[in-house]
């Protein structure tokens, strides 16, 4: 009995020390198992680029957040699954994160295609999630439970589709995409918002995820005399092999393209070549740009990427920024959301979204969300932006026009 009591006493001089001190006592948070984080991505296929990206931009988040005491005073933990660049795949690894890794919350994946494939497993789970996915499809009443972390695809075709009229005055324009779902709603909105302003679509054409060789359509449109290019591709290589074959039949054209056309310059310098962004536009956020009286060195986008840098030195080089951003930026939403509903589930966490969304301030921006729209990012957030080979001294890309 005396040892007991011995023993409860030093476990409240333990606990008043740390009260003492302004640690935070709280043995039931410290008891509790992780919060279970499944991220779901392609680490195969033709988008492999994106769960390279993406992990590395939800680890480091997560770590940040553990070492900061975690979510509702637990620790997280990440659970990796592959959907392989493939809708079925998809499902069967969303299934496997929620059935047999127990997970809580998810990010991803970054495919619209693929995010509308498993949906119905998350619906039914009731686990609330973000991805990095643009299609008007992912209505709340398709997933109520999930957020995106991108511009809706409507969104950026209206933002491209007057780009196109006021800064590059076209008259004209001809659209080549990536048959993914996000971008297939892309160039149905840019056909909406082009004709009403009275710019005409001279061509439209497709070509394959796998595709290295898109002159049979570049010649096509070609063809058509457009004034601007519009390219929709899919983040993976298919931009660099779409900019070396505007070279390789000497079509001297302006394009203008959405986020992915700009997100992999080492990847397309690599396979286009040091002219491969020779006029060349892509949607960008006004947190990753700059004007020239900007200061160096200031942005919070800036200090991001010196904290990745300090978090893998060896990878830095090879890494996309912007999807690394994506991702670490829907951690720290989730985060947010989770702590603001104080409650990890799935519609308690969907509704103080809907009502609180405006109050997170993540590196590229305020959020934004409402019971009839999911997507966080807003068109205040968006800029063009060129030379992405080029970044200034911080990292930052030039803002197109400025």
Known sequence: ?????????SLMSGALVLAASGIPFNASAQSQPPIKIGFLSSFQGPANQSGFNGLVGTKMAVKEINEKGGILGRQVEVVQGDDASDPTQGVTEARRLVQREGIQFMIGPIASQITLAVAPVLNEAKIAWIS??????????????HFSILNSADTQAEFIAQYVERSMKAKSAAILHDPGAQNRVIVEGLRK???????????????????????PQLLTLRRTNPDVLLALTGGTADSGYILKNLQDINWDIRVAGATA??????????I???AAYKNVVGVN?????????????QSDFTKFKERLQAYDTVNYPKFAALTVLYLYDAVYAMKAAMEGAKSLDGATIAAWMEQNASKIKVINGVLTASKSSHFLIGTSAM????????????????????
Do not use: F, W
């Not at 918002?193 to 002159?215: C, F, N, Q, R």
């Not at 056309?261 to 690599?270: E, N, Q």
């Open 132 to 145: 990095v996915s643009g299609s008007t499809a992912l209505t709340p009443q398709v997933a109520p439970y």
């Open 1 to 9: 009995m005396n040892h007991k009591r011995r023993y409860s006493i």
């Open 193 to 215: 918002e082009l004709t009403a302003k009275g710019i005409k679509i001279t061509g439209v054409d497709s070509y394959e995820p796998t595709a290295t060789d898109m002159t």
């Open 272 to 274: 286009a070549g040091p």
């Open 261 to 270: 056309v700009i997100t992999l310059p080492a990847t397309t310098l690599k």
């Open 383 to 402: 800029v063009m932006s060129e030379n992405p080979d080029k970044p200034r001294s911080d990292g930052l890309l030039k803002r197109a026009g400025c």
């Open 285 to 297: 956020y006004v947190a990753q740009t700059y004007c020239s009286n900007d200061p160096v060195g």
